[in-house]
């Protein structure tokens, strides 16, 4: 048995005093240290050097257990923010009506998102086509908008969807955000958008690049906290989902 497996079972009892927890253990010739990190999902990868000993892994886990317990606990917490049935646009919950059956637009209707489904068609392609229409335009509008105010010239606004990114700067000057961003507050939205634009000038995250930051957003550290700890699950949210699949 491996010093990974053979401490599976005493780590899930350490962690956050849970009787399991989702723990994935990754083997790599090419680190030197052990590694750990905690997913958008709350799952605890550790990965291993070669070599490894049940000791040096049992020191490693006593070392961050309180990183650790931080962690889970924070993106449990997120995840139990969503509920069944509701959609989440700006930072607010909305009712998802799903209109089987019927034909026309997505819209906005109050408290709630109304999706007409056609006979044969899939829910998730046509919620995905509306939001990333929303996401759009609203970060051309924001990014053009704080380039003007940084001075800067950045190249076409890109969409992705990414599970583990919100946005990029591509070298070619391109700003490339996650179409999810339209989930969340419209102020985190404004901290994302500042953050790449920032990159055009500094590439790195070092002092000068959070100054270039802080001049048009002074409280962005409030935004990067958001972002951080509440906007993992969406991330990967799904319909009707409130638990990571």
Same mark, same amino acid.
């Given at each position: 048995?491996?010093?990974?497996?053979?401490?599976?079972?005493?780590?899930?009892?350490?962690?956050?005093?849970?009787?399991?927890?989702?723990?994935?253990?990754?083997?790599?010739?090419?680190?030197?240290?052990?590694?750990?990190?905690?997913?958008?999902?709350?799952?605890?990868?550790?990965?291993?050097?070669?070599?490894?000993?049940?000791?040096?892994?049992?020191?490693? %886990?006593?070392?961050?257990?309180?990183?650790?317990?931080?962690?889970?606990?924070?993106?449990?917490?997120?995840?139990?923010?969503?509920?069944?049935?509701?959609?989440?646009?700006?930072?607010?919950?909305?009712?998802?009506?799903?209109?089987?059956?019927?034909?026309?637009?997505?819209?906005?209707?109050?408290?709630?998102?109304?999706?007409?489904?056609?006979?044969?068609?899939?829910?998730?392609?046509?919620?995905?086509?509306?939001?990333?229409?929303?996401?759009?335009?609203?970060?051309?509008?924001?990014?053009?908008?704080?380039?003007?105010?940084?001075?800067?010239?950045?190249g076409?606004?890109?969409?992705?969807?990414?599970?583990?990114?919100?946005?990029?700067?591509?070298?070619?000057?391109? %700003?490339r955000?996650?179409?999810?961003?339209?989930?969340?507050?419209?102020?985190v939205?404004?901290?994302?958008?500042?953050?790449?634009?920032?990159?055009?000038?500094?590439?790195?995250?070092?002092?000068?690049?959070?100054?270039?930051?802080?001049?048009?957003?002074?409280?962005y550290?409030?935004?990067?906290?958001?972002?951080?700890?509440?906007?993992?699950?969406?991330?990967?949210?799904?319909?009707?989902?409130?638990?990571p699949q």
């Amino acid at each position: 048995m491996s010093p990974a497996r053979g401490l599976c079972r005493s780590i899930a009892h350490t962690v956050n005093n849970l009787k399991t927890l989702d723990i994935e253990y990754r083997h790599s010739s090419r680190r030197r240290s052990i590694g750990i990190m905690v997913t958008t999902e709350g799952k605890v990868v550790v990965t291993l050097p070669r070599g490894t000993t049940q000791e040096s892994l049992a020191q490693a %886990l006593a070392k961050h257990r309180a990183w650790i317990e931080v962690k889970v606990a924070e993106r449990q917490a997120a995840w139990g923010q969503l509920k069944a049935g509701e959609a989440y646009l700006l930072g607010e919950a909305f009712r998802l009506t799903v209109l089987r059956g019927a034909t026309g637009a997505v819209t906005l209707n109050g408290p709630e998102i109304r999706v007409p489904l056609p006979e044969g068609a899939d829910l998730w392609p046509r919620l995905v086509d509306w939001y990333a229409g929303r996401a759009f335009t609203r970060l051309q509008a924001r990014v053009a908008h704080f380039a003007a105010a940084m001075g800067l010239s950045p190249g076409p606004v890109e969409l992705k969807g990414w599970k583990r990114r919100w946005g990029e700067c591509h070298p070619d000057g391109k %700003l490339r955000f996650n179409w999810r961003l339209i989930m969340c507050p419209p102020a985190v939205i404004d901290y994302v958008v500042v953050h790449e634009l920032a990159h055009l000038s500094v590439p790195g995250h070092n002092p000068r690049f959070w100054g270039q930051v802080a001049k048009v957003l002074p409280d962005y550290a409030a935004r990067r906290r958001w972002l951080n700890q509440e906007g993992s699950p969406f991330l990967l949210w799904l319909p009707g989902m409130t638990q990571p699949q």
